[in-house]
């Protein structure tokens, strides 16, 4: 099982970046994958979700109507388009892959012991 995340990267503020999770090893439609993000001294925070099957979403208030996921099944691959960047969005974004029943809903996210798979991390760094 693998996961590797790209796209991260130093950038002003306001502007984008986009995030890819490339997925391989296991039945990419049957998982959701998440994205979460930690900053030195903080604890690991869950930014946003996709479970493609199901069709559901979620995004923190953090990040809600900046950042968008997407999923592109045939590549098996997972992108967080992140808009209006912070310096607060500064943090070490992973992905991760959760195969359980939990339904991944907009309304909540597994936190991120709950989830089986990670990737290695890439860095964001938002400049003001």
């Known amino acids: 099982v693998q996961l590797v995340e790209s796209g991260g990267g130093l950038v002003q503020a306001g502007g984008s970046l986009r995030l890819s999770c490339a997925a391989s090893g296991f039945t990419f439609d049957d998982y959701a994958i998440g994205w979460f993000r930690q900053a030195p001294g903080k604890e690991r925070e869950g930014v946003s979700s996709?479970?493609?099957?199901?069709?559901?979403?979620y995004y923190a208030d953090s990040v809600k109507g900046r950042f968008t996921i997407s999923s592109d099944n045939a590549k098996n691959t997972v992108y967080l388009q992140m808009s209006s960047l912070k310096p607060e969005d500064t943090a070490v974004y992973y992905c991760a892959a959760e195969g359980s029943s939990w339904p991944h809903n907009e309304s909540a996210i597994l936190p991120a012991y709950e989830w089986d798979y990670w990737g290695q991390g890439t860095q964001v760094t938002v400049s003001s």
């Open positions: 996709i479970h493609s099957n199901v069709g559901s979403t």
